[in-house]
């Protein structure tokens, strides 16, 4: 397996207002008339993060820290094809609705530390659900042309019904009026996930990725196995010799 190493972007936002400037400017380009890969056919691939922030006093070092990974699955059996993790400095601080411009960079690199291509990419968290409909898989998907959908774990600041209580069941994902994602029911009785389109992918076609990535638990495979793995990377990446 593959880590690289990462350094901030020389010309990375380092303002709110110049990173919404950023959003708005790429929102432009994010593609909604494509249905996007059929599930179950070709890979997909997970990609999740973690942080350490936090300041270790017995070596007075303000860590900073943000590993991710990027783990590519057969999509018809779900079984590991691939997998990469990246290191580097958080790249931007913490505002709600600007949570990409802390992780793109390291994703990237991750992602493009694969030696294969990802095929649909996974995000654990959201696309157009999102205040600016700008998301970490919208954003993602436009820097890279890669097809990627939001699979979150909550519904963000959108209202939704309770989907009926089998597997397979949804609901619509509302801001105001506006449909921006489907609470989808992927285990019977268990809190849904919250679907929402990246890129070059529909709705419909989203959500049906999400329940056949879903098959034993209430998340996908595909950001299952990413979260284990940037754990333990971002653990390899923390923790000081004896």
Not at 77 to 104: N, W
Request: proline letters at 9%; a negative charge; charged letters at 20%.
């Amino acid at each position: 397996m593959t880590t690289a190493t990462v350094q901030i972007p020389a010309d990375w936002p380092a303002t709110e207002e110049r990173a919404r400037a950023v959003q708005d400017e790429l929102r432009a380009g994010v593609v909604l008339d494509e249905p996007g890969p059929p599930p179950g056919t070709g890979r997909v691939t997970g990609v999740d993060v973690a942080y350490d922030d936090e300041r270790d006093v017995a070596y007075d070092d303000e860590r900073d820290v943000v590993a991710a990974a990027a783990v590519v699955l057969d999509a018809a059996t779900l079984a590991v094809v691939a997998e990469a993790t990246a290191v580097g400095r958080i790249s931007f601080p913490y505002v709600p609705g600007l949570l990409a411009f802390r992780e793109i960079p390291t994703v990237l690199a991750a992602l493009d530390a694969l030696p294969c291509p990802p095929g649909l990419v996974v995000c654990d968290g959201y696309g157009l659900a999102h205040p600016r409909r700008f998301g970490l898989a919208s954003h993602l998907g436009v820097l890279t042309g890669l097809p990627t959908i939001g699979v979150a774990k909550n519904p963000f600041t959108f209202t939704h019904d309770e989907p009926d209580a089998p597997r397979g069941s949804t609901s619509p994902l509302f801001a105001g009026a506006e449909e921006v994602g489907r609470a989808v029911r992927t285990r019977d009785a268990v809190k849904p996930v919250f679907v929402s389109v990246g890129h070059r992918v529909n709705l419909d076609n989203a959500c049906a990725h999400a329940l056949a990535l879903a098959p034993r638990y209430r998340l996908p495979e595909t950001t299952r196995r990413a979260d284990t793995l940037c754990r333990a990377a971002l653990r390899a990446a923390t923790t000081y010799p004896a």
